[in-house]
């Protein structure tokens, strides 16, 4: 059974409430027992979901040391944090260096990507028509850390769309099943978005497949957690995967997971060949 609906409801829910929603409101929205929602969101997402919006608050407390002046006791308070030696302690836990430290590291680290961003390493912009999009780093939105990635239109229609992609070989991951997993956040998309990967065998044929067109992302979406998930058939060579946009808007991507996951966890591949008859018919046109 897969949750991912459930997961995502919530963290709709804490994305737009001022304070941390109560265990109740979280359970109650995911449509769960609170037993039953803690361990599936755990189980996910990987923490539970008081330091899912612990996390959430130190990146928004982060947003504000990079773009702002105000006193980090300010920010502090603002993020439900009873102290600045609190934050102190938690921001360092998260992110390795003081608020302090943090504001003064992103200052100069800005100055140096400004001057050289024009790829992001690891990936490529691809598509039917790559020339109307552009990629970049966004330092202003994100979802954890200090970057997310970001596609946009530029010259585009509706007929046409780009991704950002990478590929890798498939040999690790042989007779595995295997989840690429992101956070996404969307902004006046006009067709669709969603994150995809395929699976191909060394003649360039298609194993396995998913783009998420039968749940896509759509118009102005605040971050969210989505998911796909594939078997690596032991003849594939190749998996290719990222985000994709068709039509106008832009997407951001973040906290980008590839992993191995056990059979319990159902895929999401497309049906490649489709029903199959058990036998020829109407083979006289009479039917």
């Known amino acids: 059974m897969r949750y991912d609906d459930s997961i995502q409801r919530?963290?709709?829910?804490?994305?737009?409430?001022?304070?941390?929603?109560?265990?109740?409101?979280?359970?109650?929205?995911?449509?769960?027992s609170k037993f039953h929602f803690l361990r599936i969101f755990k189980k996910q997402m990987g923490i539970t979901p008081e330091q899912y919006v612990r996390m959430r608050?130190?990146?928004?407390?982060?947003l504000q040391l990079r773009l702002t002046k105000r006193p980090i006791l300010v920010i502090a308070l603002e993020a439900e944090f009873q102290s600045q030696a609190a934050f102190t302690r938690a921001f360092k836990h998260q992110f390795a260096l003081t608020p302090k430290q943090y504001r003064q590291h992103f200052t100069v680290l800005?100055?140096?990507?400004r001057k050289i961003m024009t790829t992001i390493t690891g990936w490529l912009?691809?598509?039917?028509?790559?020339?109307?999009?552009?990629?970049?780093?966004?330092?202003?939105?994100?979802?954890?850390g200090m970057r997310s990635a970001k596609l946009y239109s530029i010259t585009a229609t509706n007929e046409t769309f780009a991704t950002l992609m990478q590929q890798?070989?498939?040999t690790n991951y042989l007779?595995?099943?295997?989840?690429?997993?992101?956070?996404?956040?969307?902004?006046?998309?006009?067709?669709?978005?969603?994150?995809?990967?395929?699976?191909?065998?060394?003649?360039?044929?298609?194993?396995?497949?998913d783009n998420m067109y039968?749940?896509?992302?759509?118009?102005?979406?605040?971050?969210?957690?989505?998911?796909?998930?594939?078997?690596?058939?032991?003849?594939?060579?190749?998996?290719?995967?990222?985000?994709?946009?068709?039509?106008?808007g832009i997407v951001w991507m973040d906290g980008i997971k590839f992993e191995e996951v056990d059979d319990n966890v159902p895929t999401t591949a497309v049906d490649l060949v489709g029903e199959i008859n058990e036998a020829p018919q109407n083979l006289d046109f009479e039917q």
Not at 57 to 62: E, F, G, I, P
Not at 110 to 113: I, V
Not at 126 to 144: E, F, Q, R
Not at 197 to 202: E, L, Y
């Open 57 to 62: 608050r130190l990146v928004q407390a982060s």
């Open 214 to 248: 039968e749940r896509p992302i759509t118009g102005t979406m605040d971050w969210n957690y989505y998911s796909i998930v594939l078997d690596v058939p032991n003849h594939a060579t190749a998996i290719s995967f990222g985000i994709l946009l068709q039509g106008t």
């Open 168 to 170: 890798c070989k498939a």
């Open 110 to 113: 800005l100055q140096k990507e």
């Open 125 to 144: 912009l691809s598509g039917s028509n790559p020339a109307d999009y552009a990629i970049t780093l966004d330092h202003k939105i994100v979802h954890g």
């Open 175 to 209: 007779n595995k099943r295997i989840r690429l997993s992101a956070f996404v956040k969307a902004e006046n998309v006009s067709s669709f978005a969603g994150l995809w990967m395929r699976i191909d065998n060394a003649q360039g044929e298609v194993l396995q497949f």
């Open 10 to 32: 919530v963290l709709t829910l804490i994305e737009q409430s001022e304070y941390m929603p109560t265990l109740e409101d979280m359970a109650q929205v995911a449509h769960l």
